[in-house]
């Protein structure tokens, strides 16, 4: 299963919120954040905008290579890392 | 009054809630709330809900709920869209109850409601359906709808304000919409006055005198006195005519409230950096500048359109926020003015209400 690495920052926008590592059988990107979606409701929302795609400024890794194609494929054993871009002010 | 008053303040960096008794002397706060997003517009529904609106530069737009107060916040934003190929919202300008319906103004500009609490949404479509659409252009703060404001009794009624479009009235519940922008200037184009492009910044209505619509706008201050199909220049009196908030008195249609700014090219702050609020209690026929407690020298404050508020206490209490994080309050309807709370984020939004406890 894939591991997935979650940042604080979105975490924190849960009631219940989910772990920041958790573990998925997922086959690629769009799958992966779509179980997240379905256990956290509203984390799709958070992650991707209409297209779909993911947000500007919102940085997806896999195997530390920065993917942006939501169909990207996940292995069992690829690392997926979210995280936030350096935006703001 | 066996309550407290509450200010909820939306801020660049959070929400923020002061609150404070009756009396109006001392304020508590307590925040940051909302994971500190940029928060443009809060408000307080009937049942006591709380609701918040922003947008994350990471997690985009969403509608903020606390059903307890604001110890707890939880972000929605299903069905807050335009769809997969239109443009992309990126942030909640308003947040407005109406009678156990919850409307959102967002960037760009648009309509949303919810039935459901804040829970999911759906796009109010016939604004953006106006054959004028397609030319909105955005102004300086951008295409944003802020202004959203109910006719009292008639629940087909409603007036919205978009920046640098102007004002549209639906008189079918949201399907279709008119512009309201007859006799306001729009200086920054050319020509006579268009049909829409005007710049409002801010719309005000008194429950009492439905009618009766006040502006606060780019290009002066504007009184209509038939639902907003003709606009009257009340400016004169007031010593600049940019500003952006405007309210309401709640117990008296006839009296305003502004924050004239020293131009739209000249800094948008306060005039020669002496703190003032202006009152007109006759529609806008004569204005008096409040400044008792009011800083007079070196105070180059902002005060954007949000950023203004009343309580409907007697004598009403009257609050604005500035843009380098102060809130003044006057207890006593513009008189005397005190410093209720310092140094938080800039202050976007302010809203007043009663707590019963």
Known sequence: MATVHLPRSLVTLFAEPPPRRLQLDATDLADLIGQLDGRWPGMRDRVCEPGPQLREHINVFVDGRRQRDLKWPLEAASEVHIIPAVAGG | ?357
């Open chain 2, 1 to 357: 009054m066996n309550g407290q008053i509450e200010l909820l303040v939306g801020t660049k960096k959070g929400a923020f809630i002061l609150e404070a008794d009756a009396d109006r002397r001392s304020w508590q706060l307590r925040g940051p709330f909302c994971e500190t997003w940029p928060i443009h517009d809060l408000s307080r529904g009937s049942e006591g809900t709380l609701y918040a609106g922003g947008g994350s530069e990471w997690y985009g737009p969403a509608v903020w709920r606390s059903h307890d107060g604001g110890a707890t916040w939880a972000p929605s934003s299903e069905g807050l869209t335009y769809g997969d190929d239109e443009p992309k919202i990126t942030t909640v300008w308003s947040v407005t109850p109406v009678n156990g319906t919850v409307y959102a103004g967002v960037e760009p500009a648009g309509l949303f409601r919810s039935e459901d609490g804040g829970t999911t949404w759906r796009h109010v479509a016939g604004l953006r359906e106006h054959p004028s659409c397609p030319e909105w252009q955005p102004g300086n703060g951008g295409l944003c709808l802020h202004s959203i404001v109910a006719h009292p009794t008639d629940e087909q009624r409603m007036w919205v304000g978009i920046s640098a479009v102007g004002t549209f009235e639906t008189a079918d519940g949201g399907r279709t919409w008119a512009t309201r922008n007859r006799g306001v200037r729009a200086d920054f184009m050319p020509g006579p006055p268009p049909e829409f492009g005007q710049c409002v910044h801010k719309l005000g209505l008194h429950s009492a005198d439905p009618e009766t619509l006040y502006q606060q706008n780019h290009c002066g201050v504007y009184r209509s006195d038939d639902g907003g199909r003709q606009w009257t220049d009340i400016t004169p009196g007031l010593p600049s005519q940019f500003g952006f908030p405007l309210v309401v008195h709640p117990h008296d249609p006839a009296t305003i409230y502004v924050i004239p700014l020293n131009g739209d090219d000249r800094g948008r702050h306060m005039i020669d950096g002496s703190a003032a609020v202006w009152r007109s209690r006759d529609r806008g026929q004569s204005w008096q500048r409040l400044t008792s407690g009011l800083p007079q020298q070196g105070a180059y404050l902002g005060v954007l359109r949000e950023a203004m508020t009343v309580d409907p206490l007697e004598p009403a209490g009257i609050y604005f926020g500035t843009s380098t994080g102060q809130v003044f309050a006057s207890a006593d309807e513009g008189e005397n003015w005190t410093l209720a709370a310092d140094y938080l984020p800039p202050i976007w939004s302010l809203e007043a209400a009663v707590v019963e406890r």
